[in-house]
């Protein structure tokens, strides 16, 4: 994919800068704005992608320039401030996290799961990241590099994010049998979410949109102590198709869980 940076409109001396570092970050080609459209930049540079130097790096993808890609908290801070309010999170629940854990996030993504789970896994635990784009990678790694006027909260968190920029089953094989308490994996719907107030669908066009391989379950099975959880649509025949149980049987999306312990679902 070839992607450019550039400035903001408003090229100021520190927006240049912040372009040059950010083109260094990204390891991609800076560009001059030359007060260009996202869409003319697009055309004239022959780039399928630009990332604008703002305060923080937007990432903009030809197939939606009207979906710009950057990172934030999103959900993970309504999840959070329910748990600070001492209501329960379906996804801890389910997966039994604790602190002192060692959670294995096989698609982070925005990281939005990962700092739920670092903050059930409190000071002691571990979060181990992994996300196969590059771009969606560098660019959580951008958040966790550059923490100026975050929240002390958030930044303590992306503290204890490891990330691991490379494809999950590549990690997996890695791990010893029974290294990690839970492993989850949160793929792209194979059928994407069409509604236009959606958090997600600006990361497809940056993601690996490739379906769970049994192969990556069994791994996960391997390395496991407690659990592996997989989100999808619960009509979607993913839960069928890679051994998992469900937790709800409708819904705009369901948890397919396997445990350890039961075997339940186990593929052969």
Known sequence: MRVVCTTPWNA??????RADQLSRWFTCPRVPRRNRSIDTLLQ???AEGVIVAESSPVLYHATCVDKPLFFHPGMAKTRLAALRRGNGDRLLRLAEVRPGDVVLDGTLGL????????HAVGAHGR????????????????????TSGQPAWLCELLSRIEVHVAPHLHLLRQLPDRSVDVVYF????????????????PIRPWADVSALT??????????????????????SGEFQ???????????????????KESGDGALG
Do not use: N
């Open 111 to 118: 990281g939005t799961d990962s700092l739920v789970f670092a």
């Open 127 to 146: 979060v181990l990241a992994v996300e196969s784009s590059w771009w969606l990678a560098r660019l959580f790694q951008y958040a966790q590099t550059h």
């Open 12 to 17: 100021t001396p520190a927006a240049r800068q």
């Open 44 to 46: 004239e540079e022959r």
């Open 214 to 235: 049994p192969e990556v379950v069994r791994e996960a099975q391997r390395v496991t102590r407690r659990c592996v959880i997989v989100k999808e649509r619960p009509t």
């Open 186 to 201: 949160d793929p792209m719907f194979r059928s994407p979410v069409r509604t236009a107030t959606t958090q997600v669908e």
């Open 241 to 259: 198709r890679l051994g998992l149980q469900p937790d709800k049987p409708r819904g705009t999306f369901a948890y397919g869980v396997w445990r």
